[in-house]
């Protein structure tokens, strides 16, 4: 099992910063990637960003240019950071892993919302 533990979200301005992290704990040498998806009201739950272990990454298409996903492997945490927010960011930020074997695990959510 694996427990996920995320931080960091909150209220911004449009064109603000915030940085999320998720720290795992647990069966953490089974993991391979690590991500962030979010959900939206009314909306399907999206792959915002991902890492493997390995350091490659991929990202939505709204969020490229904007958005950073960074591993510490060492601290067994992933972190989204996020730049030059927008109010469409506003959503449900949930941290993901998935093991080597495909079972994946959920954070519980933090909530971002960008408003002024």
């Known amino acids: 099992q694996v427990q996920l533990v995320e931080s960091g979200g909150g209220l911004v301005q449009p064109g603000g910063s915030l940085r999320l992290s998720c720290a795992a704990s647990g069966s953490i040498f089974s993991i391979n990637t690590m991500g962030w998806y979010r959900q939206a009201p009314g909306k399907q739950r999206e792959l915002v960003a991902d890492?493997?272990?390995?350091?490659?990454?991929n990202y939505e298409d709204s969020v490229k240019g904007r958005f950073t996903i960074s591993r510490d492997n060492a601290k067994n945490t992933v972190y989204l950071q996020m730049n030059s927010l927008k109010p469409e960011d506003t959503a449900v930020y949930y941290c993901n892993a998935v093991e080597t074997l495909g079972g994946h695990y959920w954070g519980q959510g933090t909530q971002v919302t960008v408003s002024s």
């Open positions: 890492i493997t272990i390995g350091g490659s990454t």
